[in-house]
């Protein structure tokens, strides 16, 4: 296992490498697998980072409206999926955005104690299919880390 629980990671660059996409399949210290989704992007000083989880039990759920939303955005649809997941804890909410360079936007709310915590992620059409293949690369890692 890698650095801080890590089962597998690969990347995705886009905007002239201005922009990167992590996909990691990471283990805690429960031995819970999940997928970090990442986009980091570059800021005149640093980096701006953001990040949304989706846990192994809600990964069949996650890939199936991800996938819906792609097919939708190829078809030139609007039918913005979402899933509940966590028992109503974490919603994953799947648009297409038209401000600036077209997207597709993740947003994950996490619902802890009567307060939410909402987190969103932009992921470009231009590198969209490159995106999909990498997330399905990891999907094996996501089912066998948890039985082996």
């Known amino acids: 296992m890698g650095k801080r629980g890590e089962i597998f990671s690969t990347r995705i660059f886009a905007d002239g490498g201005n922009k990167t996409y992590f996909l990691n399949v990471k283990e805690n210290r429960y031995k819970d697998i999940y997928l970090n989704i990442v986009e980091s992007r570059k800021t005149g000083a640093g980096f701006q980072r953001f990040s949304i989880i989706v846990f192994q039990e809600d990964l069949d759920g996650f890939l199936i409206a991800l996938d819906r939303i792609t097919k ?17 804890r974490r919603e994953y909410k ?11 936007q993740i947003t994950e ?38 039985s082996t």
């Not at 799947?94 to 597709?104: D, E, I, S």
């Open 72 to 88: 939708a955005i190829r078809e030139h649809k609007s039918d913005p999926p979402s899933l509940r997941a966590g028992e109503g």
């Open 94 to 104: 799947f648009a297409l955005t038209k401000r600036g360079k077209p997207a597709l």
């Open 109 to 146: 709310e996490c619902k802890v104690e009567g307060n939410s915590r909402y987190e969103k992620i932009y992921v470009e059409l231009s590198v969209l299919d490159m995106f999909m293949k990498e997330l399905g690369r990891t999907a094996p890692y996501l089912t066998s880390a948890g």
